[in-house]
Structure formats: C-alpha cells, structure tokens
C-alpha cells in the first residue's frame, strides 16, 4: 500500500480555494490602499470591501449594514457575547449558553461571570442536542443573551437554531449564534430564523485565516470590543484587513453557492468511510447526532484505546486528523463536548474526529479504511484494558 | 530501516542536543514533549521552566530545525496522582519528596517508554547526563556518573530497571554542558543560552508551601515545636513547612542557634535540637533497586549520597527487613526522611532508596 497524505481534518482549517487567493493577490501588491483614505486610491480599497460585505449579507440573508468584519471566529464571538452583555447590563445579568460550546464562547462565558454576569450552561442529550424545554426553563427576567452554536466542531451535531430564534426573539431576548462550522454546510437564513448575532470564520470554508465577521442586526445593542479608528461604521476599529475580507467574500459566495450539491458530494464520501469503520472496527460507538449532523463529520470512539497515540500513528501514515477541537496547545485534555454527551472518561479518551471536505477523493477513503483498522487492532494488542476485555471472554 | 527513538524534549538545551546527535548517530528520531502541568495551575511563564507552554513553543521550533516528527502528548492525569499527590502526601507526612525521581520512575521511564512502544519505537531517549552500558561479562545493563561530574543525574535515575536500561538511550553522557552548549551554538539551536532549569516544574515560584497549602487547606494545622524532651517551645505554622536540619524560618528565639532534628507526624510536633543532633551514621531505606545485580546478598561497601546535593560519603550496606540499612563511617548531616540515598561503587550506580 502506497503511503498518501489525507487531510480529515477540515473542520480544523481548509485551504484557501485556488480562485480565493486570485481573487485577494490585487490587495496585498497592486490596490493596497487604505479604505479609510480619501484619494480614490483608497476608495477602491473601500469598494472592495464592501462588494465583500454584501456577499456575506447575501449569503446569511442579512443587510450589508449589519455585517463587520473581524480578525476572526474567537473575536466575533468575544465580540458578540461582551458587547452584548455590557451594553445589556441595565436589562439584567443572566446569559445562557451550553456545556459544549467553543471555548471562544465558554471561556468568554466564564471571564463574564467574573464580572458579575450569571451564566446557566445548557446540558446536551446523548447526540449532543439541547432540550427546548429546557431552555424555555432557563430563561429568567434578567436573561439578556442566548448564545448556541449552530453546529458543533466535534461531534457535527446541528441544534434546532430556528426553533432557538423563535424562543429568544419571543421574549425579546438576544439570540447570539456562532455559526463557525455551519456556514458553507448548512443554509442560513438570519431572517427567518430570528438570529439576532453570528460569528463566521474564513478559513473554516476554504478562505483565508485570520479574518472572520459578525452579523449583527440592526437595532442590537452592543458595545464595542475592538476601541480605537472609526473603522466598520465606528463599530470595530483596525486597518481593515483588505485581502483577507475580499478572500472572504469570494469564498462565502463560492461556499454558500451551491451547498446542496457540495453536501451530497461530501455526504457519501463521509457514510462510505463511517459504515466501513463500523463494519471492520468492533467495539466502535459513533458520536453525536445519527442524522443532524454536519455533512463531512465522523467522531467515533473506539472502546480500549488512546486517541493521542492513534493520532500519532495516523501522522506516520500521512493520515491528518483530530481528536477533537484543534484550539489547544497541541495536547489533548479529555473533550468537554464528549464528557457533555455522557462518554465515560476512558472512552472519550479514545475518540476520533475525521473531518471531510472539498480536498477528499474516494482514494482517501480507501487509504483510511484500509490504515484505520490497522492502527485500531494494533493500539488494541498493546492496551491491558483489551486483554483483560478478551480474558473475560468479551463481555 | 533505521531505529525509531522517542526523545522526550523540554526545549531546553539539553534535550535538543540530544535529539541533535541521535539523527546524527543515525536513529530515526521523534521528538515528544510531555504536558503534565494541570490546567488549572499553568502560571506565568518562567524561563527555564521545563513543562510550560513556552517550553512547547521552544521544542517545536527546535524540532522543525532539525526536521525531526514533533509531538504534545498529554500525561497529566498519571503525573498528578504518581508526582503531585506523592509529593503533597509525603510533606503531609513529615518528609521531604524528591518529585524528579517520582517523575523519573512513574512518567519518563515507565508511562513515557510505554506510549513510545505503542509509537513503534525501540528506544526513548532522555537528555540527562548519565551513562548507559552494558556489562558484557554478567549481561546487565549499568548506570554510570556523566562525564561531567557537575551535571551528573545518576542520583535521579537509581530507580532505573534492566527493561528501562535496555530500552533507554542518555547521549549527553559523554559529553560535559560545555560542551553541549558549544553544539547547540554551532549547529544554530535557538535554545543555545537557556537557563537550567532546577525548580519542582509544578510548584510556581517554587514556594511548594503554598502550593500544598491551596491543594489542601485542611490538612496543614499549627502545632508545637518541642525539644528533645517533649517541652513545647512554640507554635509552628504546619509540618509541611520544615525539614531536617532547617535552622531559618523557625520563628523560635532561644538564646542560641536551633535546628530541626525531627518531625512527627502523627503528633504533628517539630522536634528542635543542636545542631550535633542531626548528625547520624546510619539510616534505613525502603523501595530500593539494584542496577548491577539483582538483590543485595550481603554486606557492601559503597560510597552514598544522602541528597542530590550532599557529598558522597564512604558506606556499608547490608540488606534489612524490606529495604537495606545503611552505616556511614562518618555522621552525615541531616538524614531526610523522603528523601532518596544512592549508593556508588566508583563510577557505577549501585543502586539506591528512600530514606524512611
């Protein structure tokens, strides 16, 4: 078997798309002009930057005015969460959110209760869905923000966001969602589905890194994060990141353009290689929703073993993937996504996240059915937990 | 096909030259760092210090320059029940832990070698300055002082079995740190003038007192030092804070110099006397290892060495109840419970334990 690199791990980062990159190479060398500037020089630049903004509105069925462009994903959501919540603080202090959010949110969460905020975390059910009920329970009359994710990194489950805006918008409370792996997977309406704020990130569909935006609608009270230049309508100052929001904009209209026929591509790479890891990989439990569910998501545990030294020893085949959320220092703590879900710590351990997108072929699928079931039986021959499991005859 | 080695890296000078000369010897080399501080203790970043995550940043850059695989594997949950919590219990208990050599027998040669099998690996590799050799008359593996005696390490690696020998590979030993140093500069390591690090890597700011004293408020109670007697002579803030033979910080004035001679845990007084008082000839280890035979059969003469820092003094060992008793030809200053003593037959580890 010759060696191959794979990359499954898309929902870590993707590639910035040959025709994004064109499109962004006039704004590094040739139209550098500051949007800020009056000659017209500038104004291009400005242009630019506002053709992208209404490629991001159209894609979210937003206005151009209520896009804003960020550093990325984590800014918008800090952005979206303290904005909010210090500009809601006469309202009240009670933000809810779940136990399975980004750390960009959780961790943000967790500075706000510091500040006196109070924060109920939603608890998920085994595919790692919130309970309506649940969260109608949790609102209380200092409730100011819901802040849940649209789909989740990990485990690719997709929450009931519409049904979340209906709720939200009914009590007049801000409904905050970070839409980082959805958008490109999953249409967005912010309209219809009364999403009041979302975060987006470039490089998560074949953009650039290091840029990303936030939807706020119009009327939204919100502070800013970002103080300085009078940038974005006032609302988030820097020196726009001119190649980086063009990149943006071409890739959120090449991404959104045609999510159908990009899904069902992605969708039957991803069942072919989830239904022959669980034909040839007993003792395998798939986690997260069966059906709401990103389309280029596994995250399977395989029972006995270690997901770092199978990480490892994919590497060595050229195989790159994940156990969970690519955002620590490169070492893995048990995921809180999977210990939300109920996995027993041990099992969590063992978990892996193959993410599929636009650069997998079917040949990918072959290779990594064929090395998988390798690696598995043979961090399996290793693990006294294994041979203990067998001595006992398999129960 | 090449020998696969695991190298563990700190991102200190050390480990780098290390990996440095096995790709050099030729092995197939992976460099691993592991991540055994608790999250919720990552504290400001020191330099030096061998675990953080500048440590990591250090180790990649490192890595990537001598184009070597490079990875954070996480041993946290085995680091804090093996090296945290003994060393917590043990200043609970009166004594004075070495955490190195916990880490040493626990993580680096017993966790660590396992994770670097499952790799594929025949060998880990560290960047301590000891020797490994192999006694081709009885077939044992040896442990042999560096070269440079300054740096020896052997005192924390007494614990190493004939698997872990065998199994292990220690390229600095040959070579002093000037010289290591001299290579990280020629071959362009980053990490050329780095600060040893010589800190408990868990304890931030190495005020172990205080760490202890936030893990586990309830356990530490003032008590009573008392002479050798029994009469109390005053209050002390909690056992965890002294150590044989510690004169300063005791709070105590009384008309002349007092050390500490012993701890009781169980009554939880701090002994104080003279300081002829805590010269002894003699002590008892426990959890003892061998390197170059497997059992003491009869009595030896060693030289020992009561602590990393203590002199090496001329011994007699002779097997005893569990352990081995240990009689010195000259009183040593401040035997410590906890702590280990290692014995010598010239250049070679004999073997070692902790002292009880």
Known sequence: MEKRFVYMDHAATTYTKPEVLEAMMPYFTEQFGNASSIYTFGRRSKAAIEEAREKVAKALNALPDEIYFTGGGSEADNWAIKGVAFANRDKGNHIITTKIEHHAVLHTCEYLEKQGFEVTYLDVDEYGMINLEDLKKAITDKTILITIMFANNEIGTIQPIAEIGKIARERGIYFHTDAVQAVGNVNIDVKEMNIDLLSLAAHKFYGPKGVGALYIRKGVKIDNLIHGGGQERKRRAGTENLPGIVGLGKAIELAT??????????????????????????????????????????????????????????????????????????????????????????????????????????????????????????????????????????? | MKEKVVIGMSGGVDSSVAAYLLKEQGYDVVGITMEVIPRNLEFEEREGGCCSLSAVNDATRVAAKLDIPYYVLNFKDVFESKVINYFIDEYLAGKTPNPCIACNKYIKFDEFLKRAKVLGAKYIATGHYAIIEKDNKTGRYLLKRSKDEKKDQTYVLYNMTQYQLAHTLMPLGGYTKDKVREIAREIGLPVANKKDSEEICFVPDNDYARFIKERRPEEIKPGYFVDVNGNKLGKHKGIIHYTIGQRKGLGLSLGKPVYVIDIIPEKNLVVVGDEKDIFKDTLYAEDVNFIPFEKLEGEMKVTAKIRYSAKEADATIMPYKNGVLVKFETPQRAITKGQSVVFYDGDIVVGGGIIK
């Open chain 1, 257 to 395: 353009s045609n999510i159908e026929e990009h899904n069902r591509k992605i969708k039957s790479m991803r069942d072919r290689l989830l239904n022959g890891i669980m034909e040839k990989i007993p003792y395998t439990k798939l986690n997260g929703h069966p059906e709401k569910r990103l389309p280029g998501n596994i995250n399977v545990s395989f029972q006995f073993i270690e997901g770092e030294s199978l990480l490892l020893l994919l590497d060595h085949y050229g195989i790159c993937a994940s156990t969970g959320s690519a955002c620590s220092s490169g070492s893995l703590d048990p995921s809180h996504v999977l210990m939300a879900i109920g996995l027993p710590h041990e099992i969590a351990h063992g978990s892996l996240r193959l993410s599929l997108g636009d650069l997998n072929k079917e040949e990918d699928v072959d290779y990594v059915l064929e090395v998988l079931p390798q690696i598995v039986q043979r961090l399996r021959d290793m693990s006294p937990l294994y041979e203990s499991f067998i001595k006992e005859g398999g129960k």
